[in-house]
């Protein structure tokens, strides 16, 4: 019998894992990989300021690159802000994260089930079943446990990715590249880790076609020329956060709530953040010995005090982009904003009146789930053009 058990070793399970031992709390942390870090399914890549917040300083074997720069490219168009930005060794990165619990660490163990009784919860692995009072679901995109549990309204939109790792490439090593297409409805990344490799991949919402396949031809179409020394694939969560993150003996945090930016596609930072609070709740919740979702929820207040004003742009841009990609507008969609407004909207959660304003009355004309799309969608990018003459650049917050 644990007091915790933690589902998932990735960034968010091993942040609530560091702080659950700081609290000199019982509990195991398990995951379904065979090794810490691998295998690898993203761009690697966290905000410099963010990652110093919790670290204290950048200067670790597993931080590749620093990065000043981030160019958007569509068409004849060129769009760039300024944000440093940290490029990992990810794998490297997750295996420092566990040192400090690697003694509380189970892997090859995978969570099949998990039942939530009166006075303790049951995670059924493999042969056994473990017990526990509490448990933190972190466990990435599945979301079985919570539609059984009613906290999904409804499947999370995905994005599919592929990508890896490359070296002998040809950019800048100061710039992060952002390639849009909107005849895939995606774009293509490409991370420098240093001046000979890079991190480079393509994600895109419509999951029906061949990733694989657009990836390898928009290298061609963009003319980058590296060797691939590895390849990953995985699916990022990009409609927000779950309806509910808690229930009774349950806190759920990074991927497994959908905490993730749905516009960019970060999420290390957001498992960070989330797995630190879902575990300082846990730590009351085991210390008072109270285990029911009202007293839970005060970690999704938390949480939403922390990063919710990014999860919503997050929401309101991808929205937009999916709008805009589907009536042939991403020119105008990147051409409005200034650079701040770029910069502050992707993030730090401000979004333009203007923006926010288009979004609403694609919500309201339901045009985000029309496949053939009317007038009006020319008329509202119209508009977002005109409240841009008026507006003269104003970022209103909130």
Not at 8 to 37: H, Q, T, V, Y
Not at 208 to 213: D, M, S
Request: glycine residues 6%; charged residues 30%; contains cysteine.
């Amino acid at each position: 019998m644990y007091d915790i058990i933690i589902i998932g070793a990735g960034p968010a399970g091993l942040a609530a894992a560091r702080e659950l031992k700081k609290a000199n709390i019982n509990f195991l942390i398990i995951d379904s990989k065979k090794e810490i870090g691998l295998p690898l399914r993203c761009g690697e890549g966290i905000r410099e300021k963010e990652f110093i917040e919790f670290f204290k300083h950048k200067n670790y074997y597993f931080v590749k690159n620093t990065i000043n720069i981030h160019e958007i490219y569509y068409k004849d168009l060129t769009r760039t802000f300024k944000e440093n930005f940290l490029e990992l060794d990810r794998a490297e990165f997750e295996k420092w994260l566990a040192k400090p619990i690697k003694n509380h660490l189970r892997l090859s163990t995978t969570c099949q089930d998990l039942k939530i009784k009166e006075n303790l919860i049951e995670i059924k692995i493999n042969k056994e079943i473990l017990t526990a009072k509490l448990a933190i679901l972190a466990y990435g995109c599945n979301f079985n446990i919570q539609k059984k549990l009613n906290l999904v309204k409804k499947q999370p939109n995905m994005v599919l990715g592929y990508g890896g790792i490359f070296k002998n490439h040809n950019f800048e090593e100061n710039k992060f590249y952002y390639f849009f297409d909107p005849k895939h409805l995606g774009y293509l990344w490409a991370f420098p880790k240093d001046k000979k490799t890079a991190n480079i991949g393509f994600g895109a919402f419509n999951t029906n076609k061949n990733t694989k396949k657009i990836f390898k031809k928009l290298l061609k179409r963009y003319k980058i020329n590296a060797k691939q020394l590895s390849e990953y694939a995985g699916i990022v969560p990009c409609s927000g956060p779950i309806k509910k993150t808690y229930a009774d003996r349950l806190l759920i945090c990074g991927n497994a709530a959908g905490q993730v930016h749905a516009f960019s596609g970060e999420g290390i930072y957001y498992g960070l953040v989330s797995g630190k609070l879902a575990a300082k709740t846990a730590v009351k919740a085991v210390k008072q010995n109270i285990f029911n979702d009202n007293f839970l929820k005060q970690y999704e207040k938390e949480w939403k005090k922390k990063i919710g004003k990014n999860m919503k742009a997050g929401i309101i841009a991808s929205e937009l982009l999916y709008l805009a990609f589907k009536n042939k507008e991403i020119k105008s969609l990147f051409k409005q904003p200034t650079e701040k407004e770029l910069r502050e909207m992707m993030l730090y959660g401000i979004v333009p009146l203007r923006a926010r304003f288009v979004w609403k009355l694609a919500k309201i004309f339901n045009l985000l789930e029309k496949k053939e799309l009317p007038l009006i969608v020319k008329i509202i990018y119209n508009i977002y053009k005109l409240i841009k003459k008026d507006e003269k650049s104003k970022v209103p917050k909130g």
